[in-house]
Each structure stands twice: as C-alpha cells, then as structure tokens.
C-alpha cells in the first residue's frame, strides 16, 4: 500500500489536524470508506500537509 497526498498545504498543524479528524468522522456520517491510517507530516518549506493510506 502507498500513501496518498492530500493536494493542498496548510499553514499551521492545527488546519492540518482539523482535515485528519474530519476524514476519520466522515466516513460513518455520509457513507465513505475510512481510510486505514491518516496523518499529519511537515514539508521541508515548513507548512504541514495529510496524507492517507486508502
């Protein structure tokens, strides 16, 4: 399995966090699939990015 890149950056870990909880809760409420692991990773430029392993 790959990770997969959420498309966009965000300025604080605090934004980046709010999108993990959102695709952790989601997925029972509007029928979506949950992914198998999610989490917070920092680029090199400094801003703080998701990705996910479908």
Known sequence: ???VYWVRLYETKFQAGCL???MENDGW???YETPH???VFR???GRYGVRFIP
Do not use: A, L
Request: glycine content about 6%; overall charge positive; cysteine-free.
């Open 37 to 39: 692991e999610v989490e």
């Open 43 to 45: 680029s090199r430029k």
């Open 1 to 3: 399995m790959r990770w």
């Open 29 to 31: 409420m509007y029928g």
């Open 20 to 22: 993990v909880r959102r």
